[in-house]
């Protein structure tokens, strides 16, 4: 496997349901994020793991717990989800600080998530 | 809180024609990245725009940075149907602090 990697490509799930999405990168990157892509609405950003520290949570609501046990695996679980909760999951790394140059993020395919 | 703005959002234009999107941020940033974003499918580095005055080129595709106007620009030159995709602006707020803030993205179709 090569770039960044995530599981499952699709997932559908219950209110009450809990389930953990996936992210590997295998580009020996320092840095990982997780975005959120809603129709219609710019990329958000939820959290960043910088050498498997958590560095930025933003605002993102408990029922979204990210897990990083190491610098190439990411994990998003999920409990309690809302419908409005649907949307892509973009899983991304980069070289992280200090790269000493441009911090070019790499993103995996995604997560489409739909939460009946 | 910094704001980014694509425009225009949505674009149609015949193959052969040049065209420019346009990225428009509120706050100072010298660190500018276009995205490309197949349907389905994730999204793909293009260009990282460091300073003011850059310019990047890539067969069809020449990004550009004027920080003193705090605008972008993706210009397309003679279009094909393969450059069908949406294309993203995003800006790094606080330099290597990895937090990119993203534009909401022009979806560019190209017509035959």
């Known amino acids: 496997e090569t770039g960044v990697t995530q599981t499952p490509r699709h997932l559908v799930m219950g209110m009450t349901n809990k389930k953990s999405l996936k992210c590997e990168q295998h580009l020996g990157h320092n840095a990982m994020y997780w975005y959120k892509q809603s129709a219609k609405k710019p990329l958000e950003l939820m959290f960043v793991y910088n050498f498997k520290e958590q560095t930025e949570n933003n605002s993102v609501p408990s029922r979204f717990s990210p897990e990083c046990p190491n610098s190439s695996h990411l994990f998003l679980h999920l409990h309690t989800l809302q419908p409005e909760d649907s949307a892509l999951y973009l899983c991304?790394?980069?070289?992280?600080?200090?790269?000493?140059?441009?911090?070019?993020?790499?993103f995996g395919p995604g997560t489409r998530l739909t939460v009946l | 809180e910094l704001k980014v703005e694509q425009n225009p959002l949505f674009l149609s234009m015949q193959e052969g024609k040049n065209y420019t999107i346009y990225c428009n941020y509120s706050t100072t940033s010298d660190r500018l990245y276009w995205y490309r974003q197949d349907p389905g499918k994730s999204l793909e580095s293009l260009f990282v725009?460091?300073?003011?005055?850059a310019v990047k080129q890539e067969g069809r595709l020449m990004a550009s940075l004027d920080t003193k106007a705090r605008l972008s620009t993706l210009h397309i030159t003679a279009a094909v149907h393969d450059l069908s995709a949406t294309y993203f602006c995003a800006v790094d707020l606080n330099f290597g602090n990895e937090k990119l803030t993203f534009g909401t993205g022009t979806r560019l179709t190209i017509i035959p």
């Open positions: 725009l460091l300073s003011n005055g």
């Open positions: 991304a790394s980069s070289q992280g600080p200090p790269s000493g140059g441009p911090d070019t993020q790499y």
